[in-house]
């Protein structure tokens, strides 16, 4: 019989724990600046609501551009070598950061996100699937809600350390610029452009270092493409993911779940200002999104598997983002953008049940399974992207109903989805 791939790195888990920890610190400081990235640069590059959302998509398509080349990077390189590859590709996203503020040029600033997501796509693809093998199947989002922790904590940070800097007087600012004369408001809007060069040098320097020490370090291998001799039975006769309808529906909820969350971290800042909330206050609000996600994985972190199954999690998960997406739209103020905040608790479950449900069963699979299911990572491209249409036509509180369906399908999911194709 074959070994379980955990049984590969029992002897030194915590380590390879400690170092893919600190990868997910990494992908939610670099992820959650966009929450920062899209009101300042909205009056930077003096953008409306849908063009100010490309921040995001440009960020969120890589996942579904380069997940494919993802599984090819790790295939050639490994795991170890194929995490390096990603954070310095990562690096050099930031770097297309500084000809873009010394320019002003907004596409040259998607271009780097672009570039960003790639490299968080090959990492994303390693880290995750490495995650959940790396210990009991029903554990798994017990470990990734570890993992959430060491992402939130990084992006309840990424906002307010970037929003101190880069939102500085901002709302001062918009007001002077609409009556400034046009060379005086150029300048102005350069030098706050000028503001993001020396944090994304700072992010460099980090990059390029835990690449330097992940090379290095003693982060094992792991067989995916081995089976036991039950999932070889199971799978016997199965040539592509399409046999796998648990894990096709996976991909979809993992999609539209991508887009709540980000919604939730990247809208909340220009929301809030929307209901008469001064910038300088709420360049803190994803700082609650955060929190009450970490919240939410440390409740999974001890009632999972011990009280609660990852699917029971995900239910409960899925109606409170309900309750709350309902609740951001009927009420006003400081009590809608609440809704919002706690919408970080309604999502921190369903990540982590996500992947070990999709994955489940999926033996020789698992690589090409976990590159589809970074591909659904696009959903945080296009739905905050729709958001921003609707902000548009609407407004930034009616365009929340867009979170509605995709509550409903993740509740789905957790109650019939996952079981699909299971014998």
Sequence with gaps: MNQHPSATVSKSGVNPIVIIGALFFIFGFVT????????????????????????AFAFYIAYFVMAPLSTKTLKIFGFKKGMSVGL??????????????????????????????SGLAILQTASNPYIT??????????????MGICNKLAGGLAPVILGTVMLKDADKLTARIETMPEAEKIAELNELASRVIFPYIAIIAVLALLAFLIYRSSL?????????????TTNEGKNSLFDFPHLILGVFTLFLYVGVEVMAGDTIISYGSSQGIALETAKFFTLGTMISMVVGYIIGIICIPKYLKQETA??????????????????????????????GLANSLVWPAIWPLALAGLGRFTKAASSVLVMGICGGALIPLGYGALADMWNPQQAYWIMVPCYLVIWYYAIAGHKLGKK
Excluded at 136 to 146: C, D, F, G, N, V
Excluded at 220 to 232: F, G, L
Aim: charged share 10%; proline share 5%.
């Design 220 to 232: 094992p291998e792991i067989d995916t493409d081995a089976e036991d001799e039950t999932v070889a």
């Design 88 to 117: 310095i590709i990562v690096a050099v996203g930031a770097l297309i950061f500084i000809p873009a503020a010394m320019t002003r040029t907004y596409a040259l600033f998607l271009l780097g996100l672009f570039v960003q997501g």
């Design 314 to 343: 995900m239910k409960l998960c899925s109606l409170l983002g309900l309750f709350l997406s309902l609740g951001a739209i009927f009420t006003t103020g400081y009590v809608s953008v609440a809704c919002v905040a706690l919408l």
């Design 133 to 146: 093998i790396l210990g009991p199947p029903e554990s798994a989002a017990k470990r990734i809600s570890i």
């Design 32 to 55: 959650w600046l966009n929450s920062v990235l899209i009101p300042y640069l909205k009056i930077a590059c003096e953008l409306n609501h849908f063009q100010a959302y490309l921040v």
